[in-house]
């Protein structure tokens, strides 16, 4: 256990995130990198899931479409499809990621599993406080706009303080009808 504990511990957190895509709305990672970091082939991990597809309903895992894997190799800093296995990957949500370790059963699996989901729970975490600031900076927009609005008023109301309209002048001259 302490060398599965070890190699838990020196994977950094950073590590991680940047293997975790959004796709179809979805966090999700690749079972390349999810083979990588349970420790298993990933040709193993594809067989595994294979045997326990009742387990994966579709929004936990499912497979990328070849326009969805060109993107994933131009988007993003994987060097070719050659990568990602060869054949279309597999990507799983952070239910699947949790059920892989279920189906898995190796103490790395099961303490990688729960690192993922930990970070998973962060980014959800960062993403509600990210709309909360949003929504908090667009009510103080609105305030400003609003009182952007009140201040112009405010300094209408001065400029006629300030230079009232000077008074009709009585005409002179001849006037007719005098």
């Keep these: 256990m302490t060398m599965n504990k ?27 990198d999810l083979a990588e ?15 326990n597809l009742n387990r994966f309903p579709g929004n936990f895992m499912f497979q990328l479409t070849e ?6 190799v131009s ?19 952070e239910h699947g990621v ?17 690192r993922i989901i930990e970070i998973f729970v962060r980014m959800r975490a960062l993403l509600l406080t990210n709309t909360e600031i949003l929504l908090q900076l667009e009510k103080m927009e609105k305030q400003v706009v609003k009182n952007n609005e009140d201040i112009k ?5 001065l400029r006629q303080i300030l230079n009232p309209p000077a008074p009709p002048r009585k005409k002179i001259g001849y006037k007719a009808g005098d």
């Design 6 to 32: 070890s190699k838990y511990l020196i994977v950094p957190d950073e590590i991680l995130i940047n293997k975790i895509y959004i796709l179809r709305n979805h966090r999700v990672m690749i079972d390349r």
């Design 37 to 51: 970091l349970y420790g298993v082939q990933a040709k193993r991990l594809r067989e595994q899931v294979k045997r």
């Design 67 to 72: 326009k969805e894997t060109d993107l994933m």
């Design 75 to 93: 988007q993003n800093a994987i060097p070719s499809k050659q990568h990602l296995g060869g054949a279309l990957p597999y990507v799983f949500t």
């Design 98 to 114: 949790l059920m892989l370790a279920n189906i898995l059963k190796s103490e790395e699996a099961i303490q990688m599993s729960v």
């Design 153 to 157: 008023m405010i300094f209408t109301a």
